[in-house]
């Protein structure tokens, strides 16, 4: 099933519209995964819109990846995407995570379709061919076939999301909207085309995808996170940087959603966060922010750590740099933030989950 449509992601025609840009002509027809791809339907049960997907064979030996109906474009920095547990099925058995794709020669010269993989091995657990996966059965993290163990099982209702970023190489996984920590890295010399999966080995089996359709409950990658603090001063510099390096970079809001697209020039991610910078010296949460999202942690934390100097009591630098503490695995500062933070606003449920994750650690 392929769905592609103008509205996804944001056309230039809406950026030409809100900054009154002229954009590049190479990154009107940006496509980015939006619903899943099965060619061959046998034991999987899909919906009209493509995003809900069930599994129903009854072989529990045999496992399927399904794969996104579009690889992740070249130009994109970061990447997410969230599925919904819907029906653990049998055994719970149901792991989300990146899969590269599979030829007809690797599959051996068989019948079966490449835009599904089908074996007795899930997301992560294929030797010689890269991928990642967080299993909702144990908790384990897999990349090219090494698992190790991760974050808590998951199961019906839970929000898993799947975290990429290019430039930094890291993948991290979200449960119910709180970070759980770096996952893996992708290798230094990685240029296979990437597509967002899910992997099923339990019958009955049954997940619901938000590839940006839908406000995320991860909420540091919407973009009414980033624009609740500092709207007017990131879209204001954003209409000078568009303007200078309209070749190289553009952000584009898909619906609720912050996609990050650039060019061949991996420095402007660099020049974005350092540009959008400048004009917020004064707003160091809008910075802690910006540097969070590119996955500049070292620096948020510093930013972040002397806007606390000055607001000790500030819940949304409180919150990011507990999320980055945990994320460094430093888990008793991490603790000491979120519990501040709860003493401030005790009913924050973000706050609660998260810290209930690193008091497991």
Known sequence: MHIRTKSLPLSAKLLQKNFNLELPTPYNDIVLPNAWEIENKSFININSSGLKVSYTDPDENKAIIIRANH????????????IKIKNKGKNGMIGVGYCTKKNDKELGGSNIKTDYIYNMLMPGQENGLWGCGYHGDDGYSFCSGSGEPYGPTYTVG??????????????????????????????????????????FKSQGGSVEVNFGRETFKYSAMTYEDISKIS??????????IFRK?????LILKDQ?????????????LVNLTGEL????EKKQISQGQIFFLMGEYYNALE???KLLEIEPDNIMALR??????????????????????????????WATKAQELVETM
Do not use: Q, W
């Open 158 to 199: 839970d929000i898993i999301g799947c975290y990429l970023n290019f430039i930094k190489k890291i993948i991290f996984y979200t449960k119910n909207g709180v970070n759980l920590g770096i996952a893996c890295h992708l290798p230094d010399d990685f240029k296979n085309i990437i597509y967002p999966c899910v992997g």
């Open 303 to 305: 930013t972040l750590t």
């Open 277 to 280: 910078t400048k004009s917020l």
């Open 71 to 82: 690889p992740i474009p070249l130009e994109c920095v970061i990447f997410y995407f969230e």
């Open 320 to 349: 990011y740099r507990g999320e980055i503490y945990y994320v460094m695995k430093k888990y008793k500062e991490s603790i000491a933030d979120l519990k501040k933070l709860l003493e401030i606003k005790p009913d924050d449920e």
């Open 256 to 268: 609720e959603k912050v996609h990050l697209i650039m060019g061949k020039n991996e420095n402007v």
């Open 231 to 240: 709207n007017s001063n990131i879209l204001t510099r954003l209409k000078d």
């Open 245 to 249: 390096k309209s070749n190289n970079i």
